[in-house]
């Protein structure tokens, strides 16, 4: 079993739709979580971070940390093309030099 | 915000030859850098951490000596492919770390050995 599971997709839906992307892990010692954005042959860009559970909001994008159930959440609100990517959730036990664990990637397409 | 330069974007080398991959970070001091390689539509697969003034931490199944790293100062760390194989291309990302949570990519090299 893979330490962070993430359904790769393709997930297509039309633009202005609510989003919803999922990763479940197992490790319980995971304190901190991200959620990444990668354009085709680029690297990737930090959308998102938080740090054991609750909600965090920014803009259209609201991460959401389940401790007890192992889940994490990202939802993108009013969609738009541009929003079309791989979406990797991330998570790192801590410490400044802990490394990240990657989900395999959702790719996201937002259609017109 | 922090930015990390990594040249080049793209490379295409004969096999048996040599490639170096330049990972900077432009505004801040990294202690720590990562090295990972991304095969077409999977995640990231971290191969080494990389810390400066001292020898980078391979991942299991990574060969150190055909994957050369070298964390110089505190705003560069390379990687060296050493003799490369077509096998041996993919798409290579460094990251570099401020803290706990501050993980900055860079936009990542294609390699592609013929």
């Known amino acids: 079993q893979k330490e962070v599971e993430q359904d790769p997709g393709p997930l297509s839906v039309p633009e202005g739709a609510i989003v919803s992307l999922n990763c479940t892990y197992s490790n319980s010692a995971f304190q901190y979580f991200m959620w990444y954005r990668q354009y085709s042959r680029k690297g990737p860009e930090l959308l998102m971070y938080t740090y054991s559970s609750g909600n965090k909001e920014d803009g259209r994008f609201t991460a959401q940390v389940d401790k007890s159930s192992k889940y994490i959440s990202l939802f993108i609100r009013d969609s738009q093309p541009s929003d079309s990517a791989t979406y990797l959730c991330a998570m790192s036990i801590g410490g400044t030099a802990s490394k990240l664990t990657f989900g395999t990637g959702t790719r996201l397409q937002v259609t017109l | 915000g922090a930015v990390v330069s990594q040249h080049p974007s793209r490379v295409i080398c004969k096999s048996g030859t040599s490639v170096k991959i330049e990972c900077r970070s432009l505004d801040f001091q990294a202690t720590t850098m990562f090295w990972y390689r991304q095969f077409p539509k999977q995640s990231l697969m971290l191969m080494a951490t990389?810390?400066?003034?001292?020898?980078?931490?391979?991942e299991q199944g990574v060969e150190k000596d055909k994957f050369l790293i070298n964390h110089a100062s505190l705003t560069l760390s390379t990687l060296t492919v050493t003799s490369a194989h077509p096998e041996d291309s993919s798409f290579y990302i460094c990251?570099?770390?401020?803290?706990?949570?501050?993980?900055?990519f860079g936009s990542g090299t294609r390699l592609t050995v013929v």
């Open positions: 990251s570099a770390t401020q803290g706990e949570y501050g993980y900055t």
């Open positions: 990389s810390n400066e003034g001292s020898k980078a931490t391979y």
